[in-house]
């Protein structure tokens, strides 16, 4: 079992701790008040961002296909490449529905909120 330490000043809030990075549980403090306490993906969850995925296709996708797929909100064109945003296992859902159609997702990028995102959200401040 791990140590762990909290510094807090009017104008910052500090977490420290001795336990290995991956534990189940986190809390965000802030002026001295726990403000959110739940796992790390539980967290980042409860903030609402969503994951954005771009990648270029290596054939034609079919109207539909993507958009169908539970977790995505939009799926747009840029230049050659398509970016899909959604929520939940989206990423999953995206590669597999492609895989399915034969089809490879090339120079796939992807942007998901982190912890750090999750503390500015819920704590109004940034790190």
Do not use: K, Y
């Amino acid at each position: 079992m791990g140590a762990c330490r909290f510094a807090a000043s009017p104008a910052r809030s500090t977490w420290t701790s001795t336990r290995p990075i991956g534990t189940d549980r986190a809390s965000l403090v802030t002026a001295g008040r726990v403000i959110a306490n739940d796992s790390p993906s539980g967290l980042i969850a409860s903030i609402g961002i969503q994951q954005r995925i771009r990648f270029h296709p290596s054939g034609p996708i079919a109207d539909g296909l993507l958009t169908a797929l539970p977790g995505v909100s939009s799926v747009t064109a840029a230049a050659d490449d398509v970016i899909v945003t959604g929520t939940g296992d989206v990423l999953g859902a995206v590669t597999f529905a492609l895989a399915q159609a034969g089809i490879v997702a090339e120079r796939l990028d992807v942007q998901r909120a982190s912890l750090e995102d999750a503390f500015v959200v819920l704590t109004g401040r940034s790190t």
